[in-house]
């Protein structure tokens, strides 16, 4: 159990963002209000309010919003101006209203040991429908925020150097964890967030800090690594520290000891040093679309599951046992799931697969779109993940009709950590509001754009070039400068 201290940093967060507001820029205010939450209050805990659950999440996202709006005054713009996405926010908020309509009846189970009664899971009702809309609305807090005030170069590389350092500051609890094993949580808030076997990998151990599992960290420290590359392009920093950076907080990844965010990390982080900001968005396009359309994929049977599980076997057994467990698991709960495709089986758990005597659940849910598509049913999951892929695509269309110097390369850095969440949630559940905050900026900036700041950059770029220069190899000019 939480003790007091987990407690009492909860309620203290939103004076903590007060403070932050006072003293730093709304921009990096508002990047360390939802980051900061993510990285140091305490999982699990929670506050639990009527109509609303205040975690470590909800708090993290409410303070800035709170603070923007009530105390500096400002008015927060709740209406992106792409038609799609407005629909996409509508949908995912108000989806939630006819799952709870269409689940109002109970689960009941013929009994357990020894013929003993076993207590149906309920149906929902209003209560539930408020709750669920009221915790929607919450999670899009960041998006809007992001949308509104981090939308330009300035923010975005904001965005990016919050990020490297966050990582520095984190490698040092996760290096002791590393080191000692996992209990920088127990030792602060009082209690183990999960389960302390999956901390323990190949010989040693993964960091969890005060996040809900190892694949979040590893997670975390991926897209530090991918900022920390992307801000060594810049020429107005030293790009020596960056290098150094990149390659320092790529080492903590590999100690993470997680696959899929090594990957990630093997793959993107050449592409964020060695590309082109247009050849960044494309991959981020691609990965975005490979994502969204794994799941309707995956219910059609066209995947070859047996042979994505053969090419993890040569990587290792161990990996190659857990990804077919999660296939397995993925094959019950669509059977599940697909009794009621539209909206989905809500909350309370009747999404999972049960035993119908006991009641007990028989599946395991890992990843964010097997979870979604099982109490959101398809309309949740399609509203949710066009939040995050429209952006992307906005982006790319936008960057092609207008000249070039609309787009800033930081956006392309913060579409490729979103795109690279997109993939991670095939297989786990780590959105957070970070993710929602990074997918905000990016819409913001795509709806930014505009053919007079593209004009406005160059004329700064030949401003800053030696006069004798004007005029001579452009290209190669535009290309220097990130």
């Given at each position: ?41 305490p999982p699990?805990?929670v ?24 105390v ?20 995912f ?7 709870a ?7 009941f ?7 003993q ?73 009082g ?14 151990f ?23 590359a ?6 107005r920093?030293?790009?020596?520290v960056?290098?150094?950076l ?19 990390g ?30 309707m ?36 709960l ?25 009641g ?15 109490t ?38 913060v ?8 993939v991670?949630l ?15 900026a ?8 505009s ?10 770029l ?20 990130l």
């Amino acid at each position: 159990m939480p003790n007091s201290l987990a407690y009492l940093i909860l309620a203290l967060w939103p004076l903590i963002c007060l403070v932050m507001f006072r003293r730093m820029p709304r921009e990096r205010a508002i990047i360390w209000s939802i980051l900061g939450g993510y990285m140091f209050l305490p999982p699990i805990a929670v506050f639990d309010v009527p109509l609303l659950t205040l975690d470590k999440f909800a708090i993290a996202s409410i303070a800035p919003w709170f603070i923007c709006v009530f105390v500096l005054k400002e008015e927060v713009n709740l209406w992106p101006r792409s038609t799609l996405i407005r629909l996409a926010m509508v949908v995912f908020v108000l989806s939630v209203v006819p799952t709870a309509m269409f689940n109002g009846d109970p689960l009941f189970f013929s009994g357990g040991a020894f013929g003993q009664p076993v207590p149906p899971i309920p149906g929902l009702g209003v209560k539930d429908m408020i709750l669920t809309v009221a915790a929607r609305i919450v999670v899009l807090l960041p998006y809007l925020l992001a949308r509104q005030y981090l939308a330009n170069a300035k923010a975005l590389r904001e965005l990016l150097i919050a990020l490297a350092i966050a990582g520095v500051v984190y490698s040092i609890p996760a290096l002791i964890e590393i080191r000692f094993s996992p209990q920088i949580n127990v030792w602060v808030y009082g209690f183990f967030q999960h389960s302390f076997d999956q901390m323990m990998r190949a010989g040693g151990f993964r960091p969890i800090v005060f996040m809900p599992h190892g694949l979040w960290v590893a997670l975390f420290f991926f897209s530090t690594v991918l900022a920390a590359a992307a801000l060594s392009r810049d020429s107005r920093n030293a790009r020596g520290v960056f290098r150094a950076l990149t390659a320092y907080l790529a080492v903590i990844l590999v100690l993470c000891k997680s696959y899929a965010a090594i990957i990630y990390g093997l793959l993107l982080t050449p592409i964020a040093l060695l590309t082109s900001a247009k050849t960044q968005l494309r991959v981020a396009i691609i990965l975005a679309i490979v994502a969204s359309s794994y799941p309707m994929l995956r219910n059609a049977s066209l995947l070859p599951l047996d042979a994505i599980v053969s090419q993890a076997a040569a990587i290792s057994a161990d990996r190659a046992r857990s990804l077919e467990f999660r296939f397995d698991n993925e094959e019950m709960l669509i059977a599940r799931a697909q009794e009621k495709p539209g909206f989905g089986w809500g909350s309370w758990g009747r999404n999972l697969v049960r035993d119908r005597a006991t009641g007990e659940s028989i599946t395991v849910t890992d990843s964010r779109w097997i979870i979604l598509f099982g109490t959101n049913g398809w309309v949740g999951y399609v509203a949710e993940t066009s939040l995050f892929a429209l952006p992307l695509i906005l982006l790319g269309w936008r960057r092609r009709t207008l000249p070039d110097g609309a787009m800033s390369p930081y956006a392309s850095a913060v579409g490729l950590i979103v795109a690279a969440t997109m993939v991670d949630l095939l297989v786990n559940d780590t959105l957070v509001p970070f993710t929602w905050l990074c997918g905000g900026a990016v819409l913001g900036h795509a709806e930014q754009m505009s053919p007079q700041k593209a004009e406005s950059s160059q004329q700064s770029l030949a401003s800053r070039e030696p006069a004798g220069n004007r005029g001579r190899r452009p290209q190669k000019r535009r290309r220097t400068i990130l």
